[in-house]
């Protein structure tokens, strides 16, 4: 389960951001997939801070980084 903030009204807890890697080479196209997984589950409001998209695009980046 992967904790996604700033994404939501509240923190998102996603289990299929850990079923994505689970069991799976930690390459490109794992990165890819937890990447499209984090973005999809997010549920971001759009103000002057940064539009839905925006939000949804850094969900994913920020989640194929490492810690």
Do not use: H, N, Q, Y
């Not at 994404?7 to 289990?15: D, G, I, N, S």
């Not at 940064?50 to 920020?62: P, S």
């Amino acid at each position: 389960m992967l904790k996604v903030g700033a994404a939501a009204p509240t923190v998102l807890l996603v289990e299929e951001a850990a079923e994505a890697l689970i069991g799976r080479k930690l390459d490109e196209a794992a990165l890819e997939r937890l990447a499209k997984v984090c973005s999809g589950a997010c549920r971001p409001i759009d103000d002057k801070r940064g539009t839905i998209e925006f939000r949804r695009k850094v969900a994913g980046v920020l989640a194929r980084r490492p810690p």
